[in-house]
């Protein structure tokens, strides 16, 4: 069932936060977003939104919790010392009851909760086995939403590129390193703009509890990926490395983000939300990509 929307509140409005914040306001919605900094309060504020400072949504005043319709939550794990934690679980409690008026809430999520599926087909209905503990911490989080008691529902995002977010200008600088996996890693991207669409779609037509995969519809072998992405961009072939030599020459964490293998199925995003995306691959970017780049 469709429904109206008049406001949108997104907690920690960073690159696809934005974006949708952007959509919205194009639609005659209100726009609020909270963030931590002055200098991005600022930014934001310039392009329409109301830019609120603080450091938890737990510090904003009953009367703007009161007022919105729906919420989208971006926030990002918090760092520590200790490592990384979802912060929902202690902001959360101290304010589903002061959303008096909420009719949908949204938690942008990452397939990275599935864990390692050994490169099969991953659906929202596959157990998550999260192997790292990023992807232990985001579905805390998730679990938080959905048992908050308000009308949420999980959005597990694939790798995001976009505009100001994709690798094509480390392709052009040459020298770029992706592991060879054998046997071959699947990995999975969708484009800040079928996000946006997805997001606004569930939106105006909402199903609490819902969970939904954000995946275009060609997953591919990161080494593949690269290398067919430098094709087209006219940038120099990416070093392809064994799985012994990128464990010494490649970071951690970029390891972590690449070693899990899995294809990530997007029919239920096409069944409910979006019957077809603006990029279905990659390759329907390049273009754009590249004039946004230069």
């Not at 484009?191 to 669409?197: F, L, M, Q, R, S």
Request: hydrophobic share 40%.
């Amino acid at each position: 069932m469709t429904q109206s929307i008049d406001s949108l509140l997104i907690f920690g409005c960073g690159y696809v936060g934005e974006r949708l914040a952007k959509a919205c306001i194009a639609e005659g919605i209100r726009g609020v977003a909270t963030t931590r900094s002055e200098n991005r309060a600022n930014e934001l504020e310039a392009l329409g939104v109301e830019a609120v400072v603080v450091s938890s949504p737990a510090d904003l005043s009953d009367r703007l919790l009161a007022s919105v319709h729906a919420v989208l939550d971006s926030i990002p794990l918090t760092r520590s010392e200790q490592g990384m934690h979802a912060s929902q679980v202690e902001w959360l409690p101290l304010i589903a009851a002061k959303m008096r008026s909420l009719k949908w809430a949204g938690y942008l999520s990452t397939t990275g909760v599935y864990g390692d599926a050994n490169g099969a087909w991953v659906d929202e209905a596959y157990a998550c086995h999260p192997s790292s503990a990023r992807g232990t911490e985001r579905l805390i989080a998730e679990t938080s939403w959905l048992e908050s008691g308000m009308p949420s529902e999980v959005f597990r995002l694939a790798g995001i590129y976009g505009p100001e977010r994709n690798i094509l200008a480390r392709l052009q600088a040459g020298g770029y390193k992706a592991v060879q996996w054998q046997p071959p890693h699947w990995s999975n991207r969708i484009h800040v703009d079928d996000i946006v669409a997805a997001v606004m779609s569930a939106m105006q037509n909402p199903s609490p509890g819902r969970i939904v995969n954000l995946a275009d519809d060609e997953p591919l072998p990161h080494a593949d990926y690269v290398t067919e992405l430098a094709r087209l961009a006219g940038a120099p072939e990416p070093v392809l490395l064994s799985e012994q030599a990128g464990e010494k020459e490649l970071s951690p964490m970029a390891l972590e983000f690449f070693r899990d293998n899995k294809r990530i199925s997007n029919r239920l995003l096409h069944h409910e939300l979006l019957a077809e995306l603006k990029y279905p691959s990659f390759r329907d970017a390049v273009a754009d990509l590249k004039g946004s780049e230069a």
